[in-house]
């Protein structure tokens, strides 16, 4: 009984994996040199909007301390 189990769940976990791979076969691809030149281009369309690169200003920076720390 517990070889046929053992057995089926290999043809299972094969069937899936088939399934899958066909999945990805049928895949549309591109060429990466299109790719690349997509993403510089839309980086650099979006870097004004990017915190990291623009930064944040300090009035409407979620993050920033509201009080200052005050010794006595």
Do not use: W
């Not at 290999?10 to 690349?36: F, G, N, P, W």
């Not at 980086?43 to 920076?61: K, Y």
Request: charged residues 25%.
């Amino acid at each position: 009984m517990s070889g046929k189990t053992c057995s089926s769940n290999s043809v299972i976990q094969a069937q899936k994996l088939v399934d899958q791979l066909r999945v990805e076969a049928d895949m549309e691809r591109m060429k990466i040199s299109l790719t690349a030149a997509d993403l510089v281009r839309y980086c650099q369309e979006q870097r004004r909007h990017d915190p990291l690169l623009a930064g944040i200003a300090a009035s409407s920076n979620p993050f920033k301390d509201k009080k200052s720390c005050v010794l006595l």
